[in-house]
């Protein structure tokens, strides 16, 4: 679990096919600040991965080709930029929102318009998403929590202060290039509680009932 606060970015240093799927090396100097261990997870991106092997300021973590098709993972090549987190710990300030790591969609950036000293940013979802984003709710892109400001039929809108323009990846971010979203977890286990309701509610109704 983590909450969408960047701790720090890195790079990927190196990129190795393995068997069908690939194994990242990510480094950054902040690697041993962030006191990752073999077997601890990581949000690389806004994608929990697991890491395999640590060295002094890098750390190696395997991608499934699950994954490679539903995040932007598998476009990476060395040298791109990332956003790193490590797991929340017990104690540890939830500065954002509950994140899990696991990416719901691609969205693409369809435009970015200075906004005074932010920048708003607008993506493009799935419909089939779109249900679960709420204006001033909460969304995580590439690994960064923020609030969402407008939503339509398909797209919807976030500010990026300069604050996160500068330790974050998203002030990379290019028209038409997609980041990983993932959606409120609350809403979707909401949705799952109401569906489940209405169900038993509408099986419940046909029952004979007693005298």
């Given at each position: 679990?983590?909450?969408?606060?960047i701790?720090?970015?890195?790079?990927?240093?190196?990129?190795?096919?393995?068997r069908?799927?690939?194994?990242?090396?990510?480094?950054s100097g902040?690697?041993?600040?962030?006191?990752?261990?073999?077997?601890?997870?990581?949000?690389?991106?806004g994608?929990?991965?697991?890491?395999?092997?640590?060295?002094?300021?890098?750390f190696?973590?395997?991608?499934?080709?699950?994954?490679?098709?539903k995040?932007?993972l598998?476009?990476?090549e060395?040298?791109?930029?990332?956003?790193l987190e490590?797991?929340l710990?017990?104690g540890?300030a939830?500065?954002?929102?509950?994140?899990s790591?696991?990416?719901d969609?691609?969205?693409?950036l369809?435009?970015t318009?200075?906004?005074a000293?932010?920048?708003?940013?607008?993506f493009?979802?799935p419909?089939?998403?779109?249900?679960?984003?709420?204006?001033?709710g909460s969304?995580?892109?590439?690994?960064?929590s923020?609030?969402?400001?407008d939503?339509?039929d398909?797209?919807?809108?976030?500010?990026i202060?300069?604050?996160?323009?500068?330790?974050?990846?998203?002030?990379?971010?290019?028209?038409g290039v997609?980041?990983?979203?993932?959606?409120?977890?609350?809403?979707?286990?909401?949705?799952r509680l109401?569906?489940?309701?209405?169900?038993?509610?509408?099986?419940?109704?046909?029952?004979?009932?007693?005298?």
């Open positions: 679990m983590f909450t969408g606060i701790v720090a970015t890195g790079r990927v240093a190196a990129i190795v096919e393995k069908g799927d690939l194994e990242l090396a990510i480094e902040e690697v041993e600040r962030m006191r990752v261990a073999v077997g601890d997870s990581v949000s690389v991106q994608v929990c991965l697991t890491a395999t092997r640590v060295e002094p300021n890098v190696h973590a395997d991608v499934s080709r699950e994954t490679l098709a995040t932007t598998g476009t990476f060395p040298g791109r930029r990332v956003n490590p797991s710990r017990a540890d939830l500065g954002g929102h509950l994140v790591g696991h990416v969609a691609v969205g693409i369809t435009s318009v200075e906004d000293r932010s920048r708003r940013l607008q493009e979802l419909v089939t998403l779109m249900r679960y984003v709420a204006p001033k969304i995580c892109i590439d690994g960064v923020l609030t969402v400001n939503v339509g398909r797209r919807f809108d976030v500010n202060i300069p604050h996160t323009h500068e330790v974050t990846t998203l002030g990379d971010l290019t028209v997609g980041a990983n979203i993932e959606i409120d977890v609350i809403a979707r286990y909401l949705e109401w569906t489940t309701y209405a169900n038993f509610r509408s099986n419940d109704s046909e029952l004979p009932k007693g005298r």
